[in-house]
């Protein structure tokens, strides 16, 4: 993974903890907390989505032709694919049937498999709840983890796209 998105990543993890630390201090009924979960929603999953489609554009700058880097940076670097593993596995077979199974066959033999595909949709669907006006479910706590997992199941994809 380039620095850039390594660094893009290191930032939300700190602003999860810096949010973390701001809803501890607020009283447990504070409207605050809301706003600051729902905006920890929206950062943890706009940075994986973002990094995730990044690492494999950025695989194609490596090709010589101007157009094959515009068409990359308009159709999967700025396009919309929410960080979901099945999303994951279908952008990675559209390039390369290899790239999505040798994914698959990663994520199934990591110890806690279930867990992290469970968080990635997990992550995207209390954002989808949020963006259509209804309450997310899931707690402050709950998206740091789902942020974690999902974390996870990027740096397995990141070592299948070379």
């Known amino acids: 993974m380039k620095n850039e998105l390594q660094d893009l990543t290191h930032e939300c993890t700190a602003e999860l903890n ?8 607020l009283p447990s009924l504070d409207k605050m907390r809301l706003y600051l979960t729902n905006y920890a929603l929206m950062k943890a999953c706009g940075t994986l989505e973002y990094v995730y489609r990044s690492i494999i554009a950025d695989f194609f700058n490596q090709s010589p032709l101007i157009q094959i880097h515009t068409y990359i940076d308009k159709t999967v670097r700025s396009g919309s694919m929410s960080a979901t593993y099945n999303n994951m596995c279908k952008l990675l077979g559209k390039f390369d049937d290899r790239w999505k199974n040798d994914f698959k066959n990663l994520v199934e033999q990591h110890a806690n498999s279930q867990r992290i595909i469970s968080a990635s949709n997990s992550l995207v669907n209390n954002r989808h709840l949020f963006a259509h ?3 997310p479910t899931a707690s402050f706590m709950d998206i740091c983890h789902y ?6 199941l990027i740096q397995i994809l990141d070592t299948v796209v070379k």
């Open 18 to 25: 810096e949010i973390e630390q701001r809803i501890n201090e």
């Open 133 to 135: 006006g209804k309450a």
């Open 147 to 152: 942020y974690q997992d999902t974390l996870e």
